[in-house]
């Protein structure tokens, strides 16, 4: 993993989106599902450019469990500038609001069905995505689960199955998730912008680098084991 620490947030976003603009020039035509994470992830969009040639389907990494367009991340998606100016040059969009009557568990498998269904159909493609981190190290909609390692290993480590729906119970004041689980991060997402800021997340991401192997009492481990990352942060590393 390469870590660039840059104390000015606006030239790390800027980097960060380079990055991925990069990214997105080098592997141009080729299949792209690029899955962006919601909060400040969101800010990498505000520049990034798409061209008519590039091949990208577009989804979120991790979803909320809800009707409400203020919660649901892919509500929001829909809202900035770049989902608006790019939508009909996107090859794909893998809608993830939710459906009137649908239950947790149904949602999370149609989101984990699409992305299946993207893989299967893309099998030379790639999987590109943007990862925050809270300030309890958890990535995605992975919560920590260190009083409970059973219960975690099989919510979220279950090669079987991409996305998983779960009750986060008062780990977050999103509960009801769905959320792509460890072996997705570590085996499909080919490449991952991880995007951390704000010194309230300065001692999750000292226990990050410190890593043990261990994921369940701070998910972002995870990202050790994935295939290729880039660390932006504005926070200074010792």
């Given at each position: 993993m390469k870590a660039i620490v840059v104390r000015d947030k606006d030239k790390l976003r800027i980097l960060a989106t380079d990055s991925l603009q990069y990214l997105f020039q080098k592997n141009q035509g080729k299949p792209i599902l690029f899955l962006t994470s919601g909060g400040s992830s969101f800010s990498l969009l505000k520049n990034l450019k798409i061209s008519h040639k590039d091949n990208i389907t577009i989804g979120v990494l991790d979803e909320r469990y809800s009707l409400d367009v203020l919660v649901n991340n892919f509500s929001q998606l829909k809202e900035t500038n770049f989902f608006k100016k790019y939508l009909k040059q996107f090859n794909g969009v893998i809608d993830t609001t939710v459906k009137e009557g649908e239950s947790l568990e149904d949602f999370a498998e149609r989101i984990n069905i699409a992305f299946k269904n993207w893989k299967r159909n893309n099998a030379r493609g790639i999987v590109v995505a943007t990862i925050g981190m809270g300030s309890d190290g958890h990535i995605s909609g992975i919560m920590p689960f260190p009083e409970n390692e059973?219960?975690?290993?099989?919510?979220?480590?279950?090669?079987?199955?991409?996305?998983?729906?779960?009750?986060?119970?008062?780990?977050?004041?999103?509960?009801?998730?769905?959320?792509?689980?460890?072996?997705?991060?570590?085996?499909?997402?080919?490449?991952?912008?991880?995007?951390?800021?704000?010194?309230?997340?300065?001692?999750?991401?000292?226990?990050?680098?410190?890593d043990d192997r261990k994921t369940d009492d701070v998910p972002a481990r995870v990202i050790h084991q994935m295939k290729d990352v880039i660390l932006f942060t504005d926070i200074e590393i010792v």
């Open positions: 059973v219960v975690y290993e099989g919510l979220f480590n279950n090669p079987r199955n991409w996305v998983v729906g779960y009750d986060a119970g008062n780990k977050n004041q999103y509960r009801h998730r769905a959320t792509t689980t460890l072996p997705f991060l570590r085996n499909e997402v080919d490449f991952a912008i991880f995007y951390v800021t704000g010194e309230e997340k300065k001692q999750a991401l000292g226990v990050f680098l410190a």
